[in-house]
């Protein structure tokens, strides 16, 4: 110990260091505290270089994709920048998923790769990918590295770029003769951005054209999104709808932009969204959209979206404004500051916040009421098994005052998640959303702890998304990490199963995940059918696992698993015969909700007989 801190000041003090010192000190003047890097040959120098920077703690995943996910993990709970390492090769392609997964949803990430040197790029050496190309549609900017004396100015470009506008990862791509170069790095160089502007003026007159309407509108309604959150937003979207008496629906990204809890909250909207979210959004004359962009999962059929609305769409990012809804007044701004505009002339009006006013347009209310009375997300119990949504609302029982951090996989327990735990903070679930990435759950838990090693981390999964990236047990065992984890172990890939109920007359095509060649247990009695052995699986990880089968004895397993000071995974048995409801199919409007279990007619489209169609409402 006494040796690395000589030879640390001894570093301080020297002013010729290699490219690879030199980035790893430009990492330190960024801030950065965490990096998830994992080794090869053309790393080697920026991770030797990193082993003697302890300001900075390096966690050595099991696969590099888990380490970017960790990354990114990290990104979407603190808003820092996260950052990952990889050799170059396969290292650097094992990283592409996670990088595109942080484009999709403004995650602000740095991945470095490394490369082969200069002199051998386009030779087709050994472990050499053009990643500098192959990423180039799913980031910010990329960089590769070719003068040693640029890494100071680079380095200090891609966090700026990665954190500020709209967030999303940059990438570094460093040869390794870069690396090993000798110079004398100038830390203060200034950075050349040529036509990168992230401060955009705040539009006024567009706001103050826009306030008149918002209030006019006798049937208003807030769709807000990611953008919200990104924002740091999330207290002005309230004191804004508490101002104007106008109820909020927010999309999986939004989660947490507006309290759940709250009377004016709506919930989630989209194909798995509340009927009450989905009708008020699209029953309103005017919709307010704030930090979205009309993804299909929240639209639908686009046609149909919002059929009757004046919509007013208001982004930081130019390029979504008419994007993908043709909509009546666009204004690009940062979602802050255009709503704490807005409080700003209320105030000066004398607008007052107030909770919830149903005297403020009572017909208006009455009818979001009546949506929200009569279409409760609700789900059927039974009494020998246990159904998921049970184990997502048990959970939020015994955490709802903890301000605990949520991460999750894609599949079913995804959305079982952001329907039945509420969330009354913004960045307290951790999950892919416009890339859908199943793995995601268990690597992003790690970054979340990192970034808030105060608070309980608790990833919730499905066996199959779970068994994507199970390797970072390991990983989470040797950092000594107290993730807890719950898998809803149907046996089977739930959401894609639910697919072949409803277009494809339930024939499974490769969607169970048992031993084919056995008879499935439903009722999960027999151990020996249940595959893989999440128990023996963790134990051989040095984590504790507990599988619970009976609906009585849950509460207490999840007691156990919250209260105990280490990883604990919870391997939690249902049924695979539950749907996720409501459901919008695919390419149809809010009319066309299904509230009912449903099995296909063998024709790409829900049995019409099955489903319910939601009336109008005026």
């Not at 009375?373 to 098994?385: I, N, S």
């Not at 090693?453 to 000594?480: C, R, W």
């Not at 051989?540 to 009585?552: L, N, Q, W, Y």
């Amino acid at each position: 110990m006494a040796h690395d801190a000589k030879h640390m000041t001894e570093l301080n003090e020297e002013k010729r260091m290699t490219g690879a010192q030199a980035l790893v000190r430009c990492l330190v003047h960024e801030g950065v505290d965490v990096v998830f890097a994992y080794p090869g040959g053309a790393s080697l120098p920026m991770q030797q270089a990193l082993s003697h920077e302890r300001s900075i703690h390096t966690i050595l995943p099991r696969h590099e994709q888990g380490g970017a996910f960790a990354a990114e993990g990290y990104g979407r709970v603190s808003g820092r920048v996260g950052v990952c390492m990889s050799t170059s090769g396969p290292g650097a392609t094992n990283m592409v998923t996670p990088i595109a997964d942080a484009c999709m949803d403004s995650v602000p990430m740095v991945a470095i790769t490394a490369q082969v040197g200069c002199s051998m790029i386009g030779t087709s050496a050994f472990q050499e990918t053009d990643v500098f190309g192959m990423t180039a549609p799913l980031v910010k900017h990329s960089y590769m590295i070719t003068r040693v004396e640029d890494i100071p100015r680079i380095v200090k470009e891609a966090f700026y770029l990665a954190r500020t506008g709209r967030p999303g990862p940059v990438l570094i791509d460093v040869p390794k003769n870069v690396q090993e170069a000798e110079f004398e790095p100038d830390f203060d160089v200034a950075m050349d951005l040529p036509g990168y502007n992230p401060e955009i003026p705040l539009p006024v007159a567009d706001l103050d054209k826009a306030l008149p309407l918002i209030m006019a509108a006798q049937r208003p309604a807030i769709y807000a999104g990611g953008g919200v959150v990104i924002a740091g937003a999330a207290d002005a979207l309230r004191e804004f709808a508490e101002r104007t008496q106008i109820p909020v629906a927010t999309t999986l990204m939004g989660i947490g932009a507006m309290p759940d809890s709250h009377p004016l909250a709506l919930r989630m909207l989209g194909m798995h969204g509340s009927v009450c979210a989905n009708n008020t959004v699209n029953e309103a004359d005017l919709v307010l959209a704030i930090g979205v962009r009309f993804d299909d999962r929240v639209t639908g059929a686009v046609h149909g979206f919002c059929p009757h609305a004046r919509i007013i769409h208001v982004d930081f990012d130019a390029v979504e404004l008419g994007k993908n809804k043709r909509v009546d007044m666009e204004i690009r701004a940062d979602a802050l500051q255009a709503l704490s505009h807005w409080n700003r002339r209320l105030e000066e009006q004398g607008i007052k916040p107030r909770p919830y006013a149903l005297e403020n347009r009572p017909a208006w209310f009455g009818m979001v009421e009546t949506w929200r009375e009569r279409y409760p997300l609700t789900y059927e119990r039974r009494r020998e098994e246990i159904v998921p949504q049970l184990v997502v609302e048990e959970l939020y029982r015994q955490l709802k005052d903890a301000d605990a951090i949520i991460c999750t996989g894609v599949g079913q327990h995804q959305m079982f998640t952001a329907q039945f735990y509420k969330f009354e903070e913004p960045r307290r679930l951790s999950t892919s959303g416009g890339l859908g990435s199943m793995g995601y759950g268990l690597p992003a838990a790690m970054g979340a702890h990192l970034a808030c090693p105060e608070k309980t981390v608790v990833n919730i999964d499905g066996d199959g998304s779970f068994l994507m990236n199970v390797q970072e047990l390991a990983t989470i065992y040797t950092e000594h990490m107290p993730i807890k984890c719950i898998i809803l172990d149907n046996q089977h890939l739930g959401m894609v199963v639910q697919w072949e109920d409803v277009k494809y007359d339930s024939n499974r095509a490769n969607t169970f995940l048992a031993d084919p060649s056995r008879e499935y247990d439903p009722t999960h009695k027999t151990e020996e059918l249940l595959y893989p052995n999440f128990p023996v699986l963790c134990a051989g990880f040095g984590i504790k696992c507990e599988r619970v089968t009976d609906p009585a004895a849950l509460p207490a397993a999840i007691a156990r698993m919250l209260e105990a000071g280490e990883a604990y995974v919870l391997d939690v048995m249902v049924p695979h015969d539950v749907h996720v409801l409501p459901l919008i199919p695919g390419g149809m409007t809010y009319r066309d909700v299904l509230l009912e279990r449903i099995a296909g007619d063998g024709k790409g489209r829900p049995a019409s007989d099955l489903g319910r169609e939601i009336p109008s409402a005026l």
